[in-house]
């Protein structure tokens, strides 16, 4: 499985420059913290990493392959898959529909498309619903398959949203503050299919602002300060980090 390598990447939205210069990578088989306080630039790192945003500067490479330029539906096909910190589901579809339009990512050109075929297409797919089950019994989800993903409590629906990117069978993965509002049991149990889907040699981008979740998960942390990489290394090297410690005390560098 490839690296997900970004060099020297950019972004400028007007007159503030949201993300400055970062060097990061994303190895396969396991999980790369991404930390830092609020604003920091974080999402828009991921969303200049998907293509719904394009660089200012610098580069994005899968493996060999370059996906600087790519938009959204290429980058997923070339197996880079998000989940969104504000959380996108098909609230009146059920949890496996909205898990089974990740299988399309493969199929269909756009997620708008693969959003519009859904009723039509994806019912006369048993074989998908099959696969799509059989993920939800890996997410401790199967007794919800039927019911209306809008009407799940959060920490079930920010599970949607993970099954259906791994549903897209990602080499990388990127998790935009996927425990947000779950509660540590449920924090600990996802913690713990994340390190399956490692283990299966999928590389794992976590961004997390809870600082003992980070460090039990991570071999590797980077931390993003008002858009520039301050840090980066074991979660002890970072923690450590005079510049981190001022970062998350609002103090000067
Ligand atoms: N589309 C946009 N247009 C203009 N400014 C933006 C846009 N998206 C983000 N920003 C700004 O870029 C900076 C970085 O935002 P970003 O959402 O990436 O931070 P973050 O690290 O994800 O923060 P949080 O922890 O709160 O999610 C912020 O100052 C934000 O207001
Ligand atoms: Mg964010």
Do not use: W
């Amino acid at each position: 499985m490839p690296s997900l390598v970004l060099s020297n990447v950019s972004k400028r939205f007007g007159g503030l420059l949201a993300v400055s210069d970062v060097n990061m990578e994303v190895p396969p088989g396991q999980i790369t913290g991404l930390i830092g306080p609020n604003g920091a630039g974080k999402t828009t790192v991921v969303n200049m990493i998907t293509g719904l945003l394009k660089l200012t500067t610098g580069s994005v490479k899968l493996g060999e392959q370059d996906i600087t330029e790519a938009q959204a539906h290429e980058v997923a096909f070339a197996g880079v898959s998000r989940t969104f910190q504000n959380i996108r589901l098909l609230p009146e579809a059920t949890v496996l529909e909205n898990v089974v339009i990740g299988f399309h990512v493969h199929v269909k050109s756009s997620l708008f498309a693969q959003l519009v075929g859904l009723p039509s297409s994806l019912r006369e797919s048993p074989r998908l619903f099959e696969r799509g089950r059989q993920l939800l019994e890996r997410f401790g989800m199967s007794r919800y398959a039927d019911h209306p993903a809008g009407g799940l409590a959060y920490g079930h629906q920010r599970r949607v949203e993970m099954m259906r990117a791994v549903a897209t069978d990602p080499q990388i993965l990127l998790l935009d503050e996927p425990v947000a509002g779950m509660n540590d049991v449920e924090a600990t149990e996802l913690g713990q299919v994340f390190k399956e889907l490692t283990a299966s040699g999928i590389g794992l981008l976590l961004i997390e602002h809870n600082i003992r979740f980070v460090n039990q998960l991570c071999q590797q942390v980077y931390v993003l300060d008002s858009g520039a990489m301050i840090a980066s290394g074991s979660p002890q090297e970072v923690m450590h980090d005079p510049a981190v410690v001022a970062a998350y005390l609002g103090g000067k560098k």
